[in-house]
Nanobody, 121 residues
Framework: QVQLVESGGGLVQPGGSLRLSCAAFGSIFGIYGMAWYRQAPGKQRGLVAEITSGGSTNYADSVKGRFTISRDNAKNTVYLQMNSLKPEDTAVYYC???????????????WGQGTQVTVSS
């Protein structure tokens, strides 16, 4: 009943920028914490950045000062602005959100399908 749809990934040169978007669709009653994770080949999925419903943010040390997470509650969308990209940022990026639906009345954990970000010259 709830789907997270990501967009904005692609190939970029080192030092470049990308902006990821993730929109939630479905019978949504409320969206709480939202986050971006990433998984590089051969590595575990890890937190990149997270944002509460009130706008408080938290970042992985490796992206502090380069990435910015934001959200538009009216559009049920979370964004990840990525600047000064490095080859080590190459990964599949996943959107995650805690969402309560009209039907269930409880908070569920939802994931997007993932979007590939490749940083290479």
């Amino acid at each position: 009943q709830v789907q997270l749809v990501e967009s904005g990934g692609g190939l970029v040169q080192p030092g470049g920028s990308l902006r990821l978007s993730c929109a939630a669709f479905g019978s949504i009653f409320g969206i709480y914490g939202m986050a971006w994770y990433r998984q590089a080949p051969g590595k575990q999925r890890g937190l990149v950045a997270e944002i509460t419903s009130g706008g408080s943010t938290n970042y992985a040390d490796s992206v502090k000062g380069r990435f910015t997470i934001s959200r538009d509650n009216a559009k049920n969308t979370v964004y990840l602005q990525m600047n000064s990209l490095k080859p080590e940022d190459t990964a599949v990026y996943y959107c995650n959100a805690a969402i309560s639906t009209v039907a269930a009345g409880i908070i569920g954990d939802y994931w997007g399908q993932g979007t590939q970000v490749t940083v290479s010259s």
